[in-house]
C-alpha cells in the first residue's frame, strides 16, 4: 500500500536551517509532480512547495519564496525540502504528496486522504 515518510524536522532557531526528505513505499516518486505541504495548530493545510514533473518546473507559497528549495533524488526515490532562513511562522507539521503543480503557480494535493504520512514536526523558536 502507498504510503509516505517524511523526517528531517526538528527544533531550530529563527534563522536557521533545516532538509526534509520525503520518501514513499508502492510509488515511484520521478513518475508524478510531487509537492510539500504544512499544517499549523489551528489552521488548514497549506501548500508550500511543488515540482511538476511536466515541465520540471517549482512553484513556492508566498511566505516561503527565496527561502525553501524543491528538489528530488530519483535513485534514492526521495524529494527535499531545504529550508533557509526559518521563521517563527515556519512552525508546522510538514506533509509530502503527489500534487498537481499548477502553471499558475497553484499547489493542489492530489493524494488519498489514506495514503498521506505522518508528517515531520518543524518548531522555529529562541
Known amino acids: 500500500q502507498l504510503h509516505f515518510v517524511e523526517s528531517g524536522g526538528g527544533l531550530v532557531q529563527p534563522g536557521g536551517s533545516l532538509r526534509l526528505s520525503c520518501t514513499a513505499s508502492?510509488?515511484?516518486?520521478?513518475?508524478?509532480?510531487m509537492g510539500w505541504f504544512r499544517q499549523a495548530p489551528g489552521k488548514e493545510r497549506e501548500g508550500v512547495s511543488c515540482?511538476?514533473?511536466?515541465?520540471?518546473?517549482?512553484n513556492y507559497a508566498e511566505s516561503v519564496k527565496g527561502r525553501f528549495t524543491v528538489s528530488r533524488d530519483n535513485a534514492k526515490n526521495t524529494v527535499y525540502l531545504q529550508m533557509n532562513s526559518l521563521k517563527p511562522e515556519d512552525t508546522a507539521v510538514y506533509y509530502c504528496?503527489?500534487?498537481?503543480?499548477?502553471?499558475?503557480?497553484?499547489?493542489?494535493?492530489?493524494?488519498?486522504?489514506?495514503?498521506w504520512g505522518q508528517g515531520t514536526q518543524v518548531t522555529v523558536s529562541s
Open positions: 515540482m511538476s514533473i511536466s515541465s520540471g518546473g517549482t
Open positions: 508502492g510509488l515511484t516518486l520521478e513518475n508524478y509532480s
Open positions: 504528496g503527489v500534487t498537481l503543480c499548477l502553471l499558475s503557480g497553484g499547489i493542489e494535493a492530489v493524494t488519498p486522504d489514506d495514503y
